[in-house]
């Protein structure tokens, strides 16, 4: 090869690769500013969350001006699949927003809370006196999910859970809504042969159905049950408690889940349910957002029913305690909070819950003074939170994330009878150590 | 010769940026993360000393058991279906496409440039059962073998994952492999056919023999990529159902990250590290070819 | 091997022309079935994906795989860009990887030049040093590199990004450019120093243009995977500002982990066209180089 074409070739070669790198000097040097500014008032949620941010942003235009002015909101976002894992890493270099979502496993936000990098919330709330802006419900679920006497995160929502059914669909082939778990297996054993898929979960989630795991203890075994479990004086692979795994196991041996039950992911289960594709869908209130959506809901809302979690004859549990839970709520990092951090505290406290109800149609754990007209079905939700007895948390609420995942991981094989309440017992029990 | 090409002070800017980006960032975190592989804790716990017990751990653990013979079972099916069914493809270019096989060849490499989430879920959607069926299943039933729950089940789901990589880099395979034949002489070819040489038998013994090194370095990329295979997983299965379909680096990173015990991650991708290097040593060894020396 | 060679090898001898005609094409029957078998497998999907940029989100759920979209309008397209950022991610992505893909090459050139060129003591280990880096699984780094970068202040820039993806890509790109290197005649440098080059221009007016072909396709390969890249680029940059467009795409998401399937689409054919595009044309430069090499000269 000639000299003149390699030197042709390298003039030709050379400035694109000159223009790479000058390109990436100048681009560079123009990076994005981050990382935590004290002037700030910083939030990081989880995309997948977007009432948080916009109840935010909703407060600084509003009732929380003054907060605003002297901090303004920032607001930022990752992805839900990847929560534990940046909270992990921004915790242990002490980096935490000023207030974020909180971990998404309570033993992961025990970790966090023993390392002093969240703020006691009992204390702060007494402090600037508004203490009693969170509804007691609230509180003592937070309390009981992390075990401890004092409150660590914000009811930035109040869910119940239960069974929502498709009235039409049980009238049509004469059902009544079941009392207990033996007329709701009945029940669906009814709708299986006239046609109708009886349950709609998402297997893909697992814990849909993983759910009702938890339930079935709590009603046949008490309220505090898997917390026994947590503290060791039971186990889950307790005769007891296979039988409640056994039960839902059962349901998927039956075929009641619909067919590949494990690889329906969750939108696609609401929208079964949603266009009258099944029976009973047990779900938290957070999914009333989609039922009241118009072009979503193809069966009415007001075709929908809510059922609470049955009971279980003989059992020692109470039907009036509802499955409930505060969604992921929301902490302040300790490292972060000045006087900033507080205005925005009193003024989150004394107004989010209007907010949230007026601008989102969600209930929070926060007391409200907003006398919004609210849909049928959040009336309902809300007049059950009223009556409530104790709160129950969820199956894996007091697993270790290596269980929390084999459960969930493992929940579809539940729905498709796959594996049985012994096995799936055995797994979950063996990662929970 | 040896005056200007030996000159030291050369070496150093030519190779110095290379070899500062690569040890700060690659080599330090190796060494760091072999220091976390005899501690326990994490970032926020703080770290202690334990000794061997994360290797007694690994060994003792159903489930890494699990995920090292998934991972090694998906490696070797992996590599012998992308390194074959590239060869065929190469073969097809060279012998039956000849000139016009350009345009073939960039199509076929065209699944390699897709990014993972929309394969995934192109190949959910295919195999799907419920709420619609999906074309896989659809011819099923229409020949009425049945439908099957593809992704339900830990042996279907391990087919569809291989599948879905298949499509991904035979075009890549085919290529790289592609290069290699084409640099076959022609008077070899030429004088092999004179003396009767043809289709199969032409194949097998010029060849395969010439285009050896390229073989070999497309085994050895191949099985080192899968091995190590993350994405694909993550999208499609995310591992399940339960862990069956579970690779040693989605442990790993669920160890770290999820779990909080960044000492027994750590300690996972050790013993993924030296996994990749016993097979790449046994590929070379049974090579007899030094790859540094061409 | 060129393409006449084939030719006159594989040649039959048959009488009048039409049966030879006839004959060809009942020979290449087979052969052009497998071939549109393989576009059909492969080409397919892009069909699939655009059309289904088109579907609003029932359709998606509840119609058939293969169904057509009931509407034609841009709709999805219009709300990945506006709502999902997707013209920040691109730039984000592009800003992200071209630079990366720069400082990767050069370096790598470079550092191939003083290990398979040039001749000083424990240059084989050096080597051997940066092949073993393809044996390493990102997962590995990925904690003490955070731990790196927040010490350094880098967290929240790009640099993180980039300079983890020069660090990956070097093993490869070191390891394929000395191949290319190894098979250049050393007499040409012996040459070039004869005539008075140094050493510095021995490398960019010799080197480097010989490895053409390896330059490309290189860079043709590591763009797609720094591109795609999913891993590092959803640890390392958590600000929605800098997002790349992969994990962007993770990230078409509404409440509660409701996917909203068109403007997804909308978004990965837009990826996909767009570096369709680009893939094409460096392709080009690579099939060409290819050919080119064939005709050593």
């Keep these: 090869m000639s000299t003149t074409r390699s030197t042709r070739a390298a003039r030709r070669v050379t400035p694109f690769i000159a223009l790479a790198g000058a390109g990436a000097l100048a681009l560079t040097s123009c990076a994005g500013g981050g990382g935590s500014d004290d002037s700030s008032f910083s939030y990081l949620g989880q995309t997948q969350n977007t009432a948080i941010a916009g109840n935010l942003e909703d407060l600084g235009a509003g009732a929380c001006a003054t907060a605003e002015e002297a901090s303004p909101l920032s607001t930022d976002s990752v992805d839900g699949t990847q929560w534990d894992q940046q909270m992990q890493l ?29 703020v006691d919330l009992s204390a702060a709330l007494e402090d600037l006196g508004v203490a009693d802006r969170v509804l007691p419900a609230a509180d003592s679920l937070i309390k009981s999910l992390y075990g401890r006497d004092a409150l660590y995160a914000l009811p930035t929502e109040l869910n119940i859970e239960g069974f929502w ?45 993983t759910r009702l795991i938890g339930n079935y203890i709590a009603r046949d075994l008490g309220a505090d049950a898997l917390r026994a479990v947590a503290d060791g004086d039971a186990s889950l692979t307790d005769p007891e408690y296979v039988a409640a795994a056994q039960a839902v196991s059962d349901l998927g041996s039956a075929g009641y889940f619909g067919p590949a039950a ?38 009415g ?24 839970n505060v969604g992921i709520p929301v902490m302040l990092s300790q490292a972060g909070y000045d006087e900033s951090s507080e205005a925005w505290l009193q003024c989150i406290a004394e107004n989010y819950g209007d907010v949230a109800l007026e601008e989102r149609g969600q209930v929070t754990g926060f007391v409200t003074e907003s006398d919004v007209e609210v849909p049928e079905l959040t009336a309902t939700v809300q007049q059950t939170i009223a009556e409530a007895g104790t709160g129950l948390l969820w199956f894996e609420a007091f697993f270790t994330p290596e269980a929390t995942t084999v459960s969930q991981t493992n929940g579809g094989s539940l729905a498709t009878g796959q594996i049985s309440g012994q096995e799936f017992m055995e797994l979950v029990e063996a990662a929970n150590g | 010769m040896h005056r200007t090409l030996g000159d030291p002070k050369a070496v150093l800017v030519l190779l110095g940026p290379a070899l500062l980006v690569y040890t700060l960032v690659m080599l330090v975190p190796i060494f760091w993360s072999l220091g976390y592989t005899v501690m326990d804790g994490n970032a926020l716990r703080g770290f202690e000393f334990v000794g061997f017990d994360n290797f007694a751990r690994f060994f003792q653990d159903p489930t890494a058991m699990e995920t090292l013979w998934f991972t090694v079972r998906y490696a070797l099916v992996l590599t012998v ?40 879920l192109l190949f959910q959607r295919m195999f799907e059962l419920a709420p619609t069926v999906g074309p896989v299943n659809a011819v099923l039933d229409f020949l009425s073998l049945g439908s099957i729950d593809w992704l339900g089940e830990s042996g279907t789901a391990f087919w569809v994952i291989i599948a879905m990589d298949v499509w991904r880099s035979m075009g890549f395979y085919a290529v790289l492999l592609y290069a290699g034949i084409v640099d076959i002489p022609d008077d070899v070819i030429e004088s092999a056919r004179m003396d009767g040489a043809s289709g199969l038998r032409l194949v097998r013994s010029i060849v395969i023999p010439m285009s050896l090194p390229v073989l070999l370095s497309a085994i050895i990329f191949s099985v080192n990529g899968t091995l190590k295979v993350f994405d694909t997983v993550i999208a499609l299965t995310n591992g399940g159902p339960g862990t069956s379909t579970t690779p040693l680096t989605v442990y790993m990173f669920r160890a770290s990250f999820q779990y909080g015990s960044y000492g027994y991650g750590s300690t996972i991708a050790l013993m993924l590290a030296i996994l990749c290097l016993l097979v790449t040593l046994f590929i070379f060894r049974s090579s007899r070819r030094d790859l540094t020396k061409g | 091997m060129s393409a006449d060679v084939i030719a006159r090898t594989t040649s039959t001898r048959a009488p009048s022309p039409r049966a030879r005609a006839a004959k060809r094409m009942l020979q290449r029957l087979p052969a052009l079935l497998v071939i549109a078998f393989v576009l059909v497998v492969v080409l397919y999907p892009l069909l699939w994906l655009v059309l289904g940029s088109f579907k609003t989100q029932p359709e998606f759920l509840s119609e058939p795989f293969w169904s057509l979209p009931q509407q034609w309008n841009f709709d999805n397209y219009t709300e990945a860009f506006v709502e999902g950022g997707l013209g920040r991610y691109i730039l984000n992505s592009a800003i992200a990887t071209l630079p990366s893909l720069g400082i990767q090459l050069i370096f790598g050139l470079g550092a191939a030049f003083a290990l398979e060129i040039m001749v000083w003591k424990g240059r084989g280990t050096v080597l051997l040093m940066f ?73 960019w007016y010799f080197a480097v243009p010989l490895v053409r072909n390896a330059i490309f396709t290189v860079g043709l390969v590591q763009f797609f995977f720094i591109w795609n890249d999913l891993l590092v680029a959803m640890t390392f940059v958590q600000s929605s500002e800098l997002r790349t467009i992969q994990v962007g795409l993770l990230n078409f998401t509404g409440e509660y982990g409701a996917v909203s399937y068109g403007p997804m689409f909308a978004g990965i054919a837009v990826n996909v066209i767009g570096t369709l595009i680009i893939y094409l044309f460096l392709n080009q430069k690579v099939m060409k180089g290819l050919a080119a090499g064939a005709v050593k000269g």
């Design chain 1, 301 to 324: 809302a007001d075709n929908i029913g809510y059922l609470p979690f049955p009971e279980v004859e003989g059992g020692a549990g109470s039907v009036m305690d509802v499955p409930a």
């Design chain 1, 90 to 118: 921004l915790a242990g270099q002490s980096g935490l927003s000023d207030i974020s979502m909180a971990a998404g496993t309570p033993a992961l936000m025990n970790e966090f809370i023993d390392a002093g990098q969240v």
């Design chain 2, 81 to 120: 279906l992308q390194v074959v069914v590239g060869y065929l493809l190469a073969l097809l270019y060279v012998f039956v496409l000849r000139r016009s096989s350009s345009l073939v060849r960039t199509a076929v490499f065209f699944p390699v440039i897709l990014p993972t989430v929309a394969v995934a």
């Design chain 1, 165 to 209: 059914y498709n009235e039409q669909l049980l009238a049509d082939n004469g059902v009544e809504p079941p009392a207990t778990w033996d007329e709701l297996v009945d029940a669906a054993a009814t709708l299986d042969a006239a046609g109708v898929q009886p349950f709609v979960a998402s297997g893909q989630d697992g814990w849909p159905v």
């Design chain 3, 131 to 203: 092949l073993a880096g393809i044996m390493i699984p990102v997962q590995m780094i990925l904690l003490p590199l955070f731990t790196i970068y927040f010490n350094l202040h880098l967290t929240g820039t790009r640099w993180p990004l980039i300079i983890t993806y020069v660090a990956m890509g070097l093993p490869l790109t070191v390891f394929m450019m000395a191949t290319y290197m190894r098979a250049i005649p050393r007499e040409m440098f012996e040459a070039a120093e004869l005539d008075g080059a140094g050493v510095y221009r021995q490398f």
């Design chain 1, 262 to 299: 494990g690889s329906i992911d969750g939108p696609t289960a609401e929208n079964q349910f949603l266009t009258g594709g099944g029976a009973f869908y047990y779900m938290g209130s957070w999914a009333l957002a989609a039922f009241n959506d118009e072009e979503l809901n193809q069966i």
